[in-house]
């Protein structure tokens, strides 16, 4: 039997086909790494699983064989001709979409059921990727994401970290990370410059925000962690542009110091910001 980078190999031979780096095309060739998706996927036989981003139909047809039912979507032309190729794509529990993920209306297509999600996220737009499936996360019950190892770290980061800003307070609002694997550059072809990270997110039955809250917490992380190095005081003062006084009263208020700095804030922190934030007087002077 061939091993998935003779395959990869064979298919660049027979085909005009390329990896383009714009698309971050680098498919996952190694066995083991595959093996640790499938079991953070936890599948049972009623699973029903989306796929983003299939490639060449490694991990595709593994879910194929396991689930009752995958939904793939895929940007690239030539790739999603050659995924129909496949003797298991005629499975009729395999749907596959042509589509950009960012632009796909994805809910639309899918039965309203709880789907577990799967994907190697393009690293130039995984943070984009991963808001949009958080807006979409009354349709899945846990993410199995391939992430440059970066992104990772920031999705996982704690409070008084670096790498600690938006995207790991929303992700720790819409659920938590309960698994972890490393993946070096040599488990892909062609091999990327970066290291990457698989994650487990198990979300959450409901988000720690009210969805009537939510437009408020994204604005205040824009405001916060647009200038990161700033207080809360004047981040809150330029944003709000109320008397910084009025400011620090409401701080004081919410039992946070305004000298304080956004990336020492816990996600909990931020959660009752924004709460008392959508009911005070101050939004209504915000332009």
């Known amino acids: 039997m061939p091993t998935l980078y003779q395959e990869v190999r064979a298919a660049l031979r027979d085909s005009v086909f390329r990896p383009q780096k714009s698309r ?3 498919f996952l060739v190694h066995e083991r790494v ?3 998706i499938i079991r953070l996927l936890d599948i049972k ?3 029903r699983i989306v796929e983003i981003g299939p490639g060449l139909g490694f991990l595709t047809r593994r879910l194929v064989q396991k689930a009752a039912e995958v939904w793939a979507v895929e940007i690239d032309h030539a790739l999603v001709e050659r995924l129909r190729r496949n003797s298991w794509a005629a499975a009729p529990s395999f749907h596959l979409i042509h589509g950009d993920i960012l ?3 994805l809910t639309d297509k899918l039965p309203a059921v709880k789907f577990k999600l799967a994907g190697n996220l393009p690293y130039s737009i995984a943070t984009a990727v991963l808001f949009r ?3 979409w996360r009354a349709s899945f019950s846990s993410l199995v994401l391939m992430v440059q190892k970066e992104v990772a770290d920031r999705i996982a980061a704690a409070p008084g970290t670096k790498d600690y800003g938006t995207l ?3 992700s720790q609002v819409n659920g938590r990370v309960t698994d972890r694997i490393a993946v070096s550059p040599e488990a892909f072809f062609p091999r990327p410059k970066v290291h990457s990270a698989v994650l487990k997110i198990e979300l959450f039955g409901e988000p720690l925000i009210a969805p009537e ?4 917490l994204r604005r205040l992380l824009r405001a916060v962690f647009d200038q990161r190095r700033k207080t809360l005081s004047n981040n809150l003062t330029a944003w709000l542009q109320r008397a910084r006084a009025d400011i620090d009263d409401f701080l004081r208020g919410c039992g946070i110091d305004p000298r304080r700095r956004g ?3 816990s996600v909990d922190e931020y959660v009752r910001l924004a709460v008392v934030l959508s009911r005070s007087t101050l939004l209504k002077a915000e332009r």
Not at 213 to 216: F, T
Request: proline content about 4%; overall charge negative; cysteine-free.
């Open 263 to 265: 990336e020492t804030l």
């Open 133 to 135: 499936i958080f807006d």
């Open 103 to 105: 632009a796909v209306p």
């Open 45 to 47: 036989a009623e699973d």
């Open 24 to 26: 971050g095309q680098n």
């Open 168 to 170: 790991s307070v929303w």
């Open 213 to 216: 809250n939510e437009a408020v």
């Open 34 to 36: 595959i093996e640790s």
